[in-house]
T-cell receptor
Framework: NAGVTQTPKFQVLKTGQSMTLQCAQD?????MSWYRQDPGMGLRLIHY???????DQGEVPNGYNVSRSTTEDFPLRLLSAAPSQTSVYFC???????????????FGPGTRLTVL | EDQVTQSPEALRLQEGESSSLNCSYT??????LFWYRQDPGKGPEFLFT???AGEEKEKERLKATLTKKESFLHITAPKPEDSATYLC???????????FGQGTRLTINP
């Protein structure tokens, strides 16, 4: 199993450009999520999905779009990049147990994004 | 609103010097409290899940405990390879998401 994979590993954008961060998992997990990590602020949830065709907003969703057409893939789209979106982005997946909540989340290696 | 606060922000220990990291939380109906380890330049790696007050879990030199207001990650006789950032997160009742603390950066000097 590859686990959770993310591409690209590094990306530099200019203000106003758009791009898609890719995330895929091969563990058949229902739940997938995107976080951003900034110094001193921990991990903040951007968007999440509890299954194919279902997405919802997290704590910091502005400027980002997601879709979940398959169980395996959960891409994150930056519509018009801004310097404030410079961050490290992590994708994660887990199974869901409705009686006890989530299982452990498996994280990808991250994408380091710089917006000039 | 669910909140998680970790302390200290950073901790430096000598090899073999035991200590504890704290995770204080406020949540409506805790469904799970999670501990993760994160090495520089990598994604977080799962350590433990605790579900109810009084529960304890151990893994090598690490032991996690849970009360109704906080969790502790005890590290016994740490080694330099235990150096990392340790993250705490909670899932509240009815919430389909985790809330993370800021993390504690632990450094173990040989």
């Amino acid at each position: 199993n590859a686990g959770v994979t993310q591409t690209p590993k590094f990306q530099v954008l200019k203000t106003g450009q758009s791009m898609t961060l890719q995330c895929a998992q091969d563990m058949n997990h229902e739940y997938m999520s995107w976080y951003r990590q900034d110094p001193g602020m921990g991990l903040r949830l951007i968007h999440y999905s509890v299954g194919a065709g279902i997405t919802d907003q997290g704590e910091v969703p502005n400027g980002y779009n997601v879709s979940r057409s398959t169980t395996e893939d959960f891409p994150l789209r930056l519509l018009s990049a801004a310097p404030s979106q410079t961050s490290v982005y992590f994708c994660a997946s887990s199974y869901s147990r409705w009686d006890r909540g989530f299982g452990e989340q498996f994280f990808g290696p991250g994408t380091r994004l710089t917006v000039l | 609103e669910d909140q998680v606060t970790q302390s200290p922000e950073a901790l430096r220990l000598q090899e073999g010097e035991s200590s504890s990291l704290n995770c204080s939380y406020t949540v409506s109906g805790l469904r799970g409290l999670f501990w993760y380890r994160q090495d520089p330049g990598k994604g977080p790696e799962f350590l433990f899940t605790l579900y109810s007050a009084g529960e304890e879990k151990e893994k090598e030199r690490l032991k996690a405990t849970l009360t109704k207001k906080e969790s502790f990650l005890h590290i016994t006789a740490p080694k330099p390879e235990d150096s990392a950032t340790y993250l705490c997160a909670v899932q509240g009742g009815g919430a389909q998401k985790l809330v993370f603390g800021q993390g504690t950066r632990l450094t173990i000097n040989p």
